[in-house]
């Protein structure tokens, strides 16, 4: 494979609005044309190519990521060739429901980009891309670098008109002058083109393709083919033919969009409701309402001093005969750590104690990776505490980091699961996800809270006593006897 893409194009616009189905004809067209495309699907369910390889389903980008060493990856195992010569990449991504399929989107182009895509010979490269502008990964194609123009495809219905209005406003946070136009793909409701028509004329972006709704394309969707390959000299084949020829021709218009009154005027005839404030009750300066137990800093919204995950995690590694597991990147952990252990010698230095425990911490990492941010954590987290069990360990400490909150993981979950299946291990879960939760102080009260709530029997408490459980590893001053 040689040569350079001359083109990058990106095919926008609401989940099941059918930027696939136009995605894999225009690339037929193109390819009729002696147009050499390089097809790229952005979507963990990997089914933009399918019409242009015969139906079947490809090898996913980031499925090969998994299941193949660095240094045996090639480039042609995760490209296929399509109709017409044309070339078929699947980003892929996690299982419904776990990790994050954005940043599985930019791990794949990363990948693609390090096993050598940019120097596939083809004409145009051209992005299939989830939904709308949801977060930064599939915004990907968005930036200068990738897509050089998006066009952005949407049925009369409001929320795909809405979905068209957030891909201008996030295009608009790069190169505002990329747009191609609007591709019309018709539900079928008689009022539609009228909607899609007053949005048009509203941003100042053309229809380039009016696409009718058809039972064509689920024929030709049985075929496992195109309606390009399926059938040439249908009305709509001819459509994608135009449209075609529009992407050629290349013309791209400013990205105006409109806000959500304009639009909700525009689209529905009305103005968007303004809802009533909340009465407050006992509220903080943001409008949060107090936990029982809230720091100072995280209930008036003062400056941050450290995260919760690090607070939390300096009153766990001080119990004597628990487990804290850092569901964290190593990176965070061993900062966390060096906390710690700067506090215990900050302790000596000044001639104060420390407990036993808190000097030399029974703490592990989950070491939380690139694969674990678009796969998720849970599974690496359940092999972790097993692997500790089978050492004999039975009560843990799970403290979450930044990523897990992030990806969405469910330390509950397998904590409950990894109890289950052990009778008597005892797990208690602090899901500080970093400093989501708050400051360094409000990760000692939750760990403080936590523990006891878990593993404190009822009967141990005796009247005008208190529980120490852990004391703030940052305060300059501390009893030098416990």
Request: negative net charge; contains cysteine.
């Amino acid at each position: 494979m040689s040569g350079s893409a001359r083109r990058k194009i990106a095919i926008y616009g609401k989940g099941g609005i059918g930027k696939s189905t136009v995605s894999s004809n225009l690339t037929a067209a193109l390819s009729d044309m002696g147009i050499r495309v390089l097809q790229i699907g952005c979507d963990p369910k990997h089914d933009s190519t399918r019409g242009l390889i015969g139906g079947a389903v490809q090898n996913t980008v980031l499925d090969y990521l998994k299941e193949v060493k660095p240094e045996d990856r090639k480039l042609e195992d995760v490209v296929s060739r399509g109709y017409k010569g044309c070339l078929c990449v699947e980003a892929g991504g996690p299982e419904p429901g776990v990790g994050c399929a954005g940043r599985g989107i930019i791990t794949a182009f990363d990948l693609l980009e390090r096993l050598g895509s940019g120097q596939v010979d083809s004409d145009i490269t051209l992005y299939d891309v989830l939904g709308d502008v949801v977060c930064g990964g599939f915004a990907v194609p968005l930036r200068n670098d990738y897509a050089d123009t998006v066009y952005i495809v949407t049925s009369g219905e409001f929320m795909a008109i809405y979905a068209a209005n957030n891909i201008l406003r996030g295009t608009a946070n790069y190169n505002p002058d990329r747009i191609g136009g609007i591709i019309f793909n018709s539900r079928g409701d008689p009022e539609e083109e009228a909607r899609v028509e007053r949005f048009s004329e509203a941003v100042g972006i053309p229809i380039i393709a009016r696409i009718p709704r058809s039972s064509v394309f689920m024929d030709a969707e049985q075929r496992g083919a195109t309606v390009i390959e399926a059938f040439p000299d249908s009305e709509i084949a001819g459509t994608f033919r135009d449209l075609a020829h529009a992407v050629i021709e290349g013309k791209r218009y400013h990205a105006r969009f409109l806000s959500e009154n304009e639009l909700e005027k525009l689209i529905l005839g009305r103005e968007t409701a303004k809802k009533e404030k909340p009465v407050h009750r006992e509220l903080n300066v943001t409008g949060t309402e107090f936990r029982p137990y809230t720091s100072k800093n995280t209930a008036y919204d003062e400056p941050i001093h450290g995260c919760a995950f690090s607070g939390a995690s300096s009153v766990c590694t001080s119990v004597k005969g628990l487990t804290t597991v850092l569901h964290s990147p190593r990176s965070c952990a061993q900062l966390t750590v060096q906390l710690d252990s700067k506090s215990v010698k900050g302790a000596y230095t000044r001639g104060y104690s420390t407990s036993e425990t808190f000097g030399d911490p029974d703490v592990i990492c989950t070491d939380m990776g690139e694969g674990t941010m678009v796969f998720g954590g849970n599974d690496l987290l359940r092999r972790k505490l097993e692997e500790q069990i089978s050492l004999g360990k039975r009560d843990f400490a799970v403290i979450t980091a930044c990523p897990p909150g992030i990806i969405g993981d469910d330390p509950r979950g397998v904590a409950a699961t990894v109890e289950k299946e052990h009778p008597g291990v005892k797990i208690v879960v602090l899901e500080e996800d970093g400093n989501a939760t708050g400051d360094f102080m409000q990760g000692t009260l939750d760990a403080g809270i936590g523990l006891i709530e878990r593993f404190a029997s009822k009967g141990d408490t005796r009247p005008m006593t208190v529980n120490l459980v852990g004391v703030k590893t940052m305060a300059s001053s501390a009893c030098s006897e416990l």
